[in-house]
């Protein structure tokens, strides 16, 4: 594999312990990697990598979803809607305003 050009990290809220907790675990996040993953295919972004995390610090906007090397930060990607309008704006090389954290 190429070296991506993004990278999507999805808080999974995970703790040294390896268990999963948090507010990001609890509304949902790990449920959004398979349907990121479909959804980048399905549009050819070949390009992006995708990676959940361990607790990125930011329970109270969770779930939190990062692109990096924009180090664009999401707060509240709570359904594959908001994936959706996240990933529109990547393809067209901009932020999804409405949902970054602020």
């Not at 703790?15 to 999963?20: D, K, L, T, Y």
């Amino acid at each position: 594999m190429a070296t991506p050009k993004h990278h999507i990290l999805v808080c999974a809220s995970f703790r040294a312990s390896g268990e999963p907790q948090g507010v990001c675990h609890k509304k949902g996040s790990v449920g959004l990697l398979p349907y990121l993953e479909s959804e980048l295919s399905d549009r050819d972004m070949n390009n992006v990598a995708v990676s959940s995390t361990g607790c990125m610090k930011a329970c109270d906007r969770g779930p939190v979803l990062v692109v990096y090397p924009e180090n664009y930060w999401y707060a509240k990607v709570e359904s594959q809607a908001v994936v959706d309008e996240i990933l529109d704006a990547l393809e067209e090389g901009k932020a999804a305003e409405a949902y970054l954290m602020k």
